[in-house]
């Protein structure tokens, strides 16, 4: 499976952006997806995890109210809606899929990252 | 939340080096973790899932051990293709926190 994030670029504090992962594989509906962000210079920090079927979702503390990570499996597609964005959301954005489909074992699988970047 | 403590930050170390890297976690997570490569500008790579597995096609010098609170990654020689920032991740609970991370440059 292949994973393409888009929907990155510059937005006001305050601001909202989505950010789209489109996903190669016809079994995306059968894949944990998460996303995970890298602050300019900094380490990985988890933000969101959605379960194969959309029903189970979690969110780091920081986004949670913020956030809403969503997926349309008919179109193998996950999707990082982001309001009330925030300086402290800038960073490189990453889907990632749950290594054997599930959430304990790690992510195999990465897109190229797409770049938050929030400023006036 | 769980807080993952990588040791050390930095890490100076040849070519053939065996190079270990330690995670502490702040509560027990049994064998949930996994560790990561991540070369600049690139998006991490898996390289160990349950905490001593290794994951497909990564090289066998590359190892992992521990469970509950205490974890390693080893390289057994390192090459010139491994220098860059490993890290952990805990996948016990949420947040599935990442620890800051250990940068592998040449001596």
């Known amino acids: 499976v292949q994973l393409l994030e888009s929907g990155g670029g510059l937005v006001q504090p305050g601001g909202s952006l989505r950010l789209s992962c489109a996903a190669s594989e016809s079994t995306f509906n059968t894949f944990a997806m998460n996303w995970v962000r890298q602050a300019p210079g900094q380490g990985l920090e988890w933000v969101a995890s959605i379960s194969g079927s959309g029903g189970v979702t979690n969110y780091v503390a920081s986004v949670r109210g913020r956030f809403t990570i969503s997926r349309d499996n008919s179109e193998n597609s996950l999707y990082l809606q982001m309001d009330s964005l925030r300086a402290e959301d800038t960073a490189v954005y990453y889907c990632?899929?749950?290594?054997?489909?599930?959430?304990?074992?790690?992510?195999?699988?990465w897109g190229q990252g797409t770049t938050v970047t929030v400023s006036s | 939340d769980i807080q993952l403590t990588q040791s050390p930050p930095f890490l100076s170390a040849s070519v053939g080096d065996r190079v270990t890297i330690t995670c502490r976690a702040s509560?027990?997570?049994?064998?949930?973790l996994a560790w990561y490569q991540q070369k600049p500008g690139k998006a991490p790579k898996l390289l160990i899932y349950?905490?001593?597995t290794l994951q497909s096609g990564v090289p066998s010098r590359f190892s992992g051990s521990g469970s509950g609170t205490e974890f390693t990654l080893t390289i057994s020689s390192l090459q010139p293709e491994d220098f860059a920032t490993y890290y952990c991740q805990q996948l016990n609970s949420y947040p599935q926190t990442f620890g800051q991370g250990t940068k592998v440059e040449i001596k």
């Open positions: 349950a905490a001593s």
């Open positions: 990632a899929k749950g290594a054997f489909g599930t959430s304990y074992y790690g992510m195999d699988v």
């Open positions: 509560q027990g997570i049994a064998s949930y």
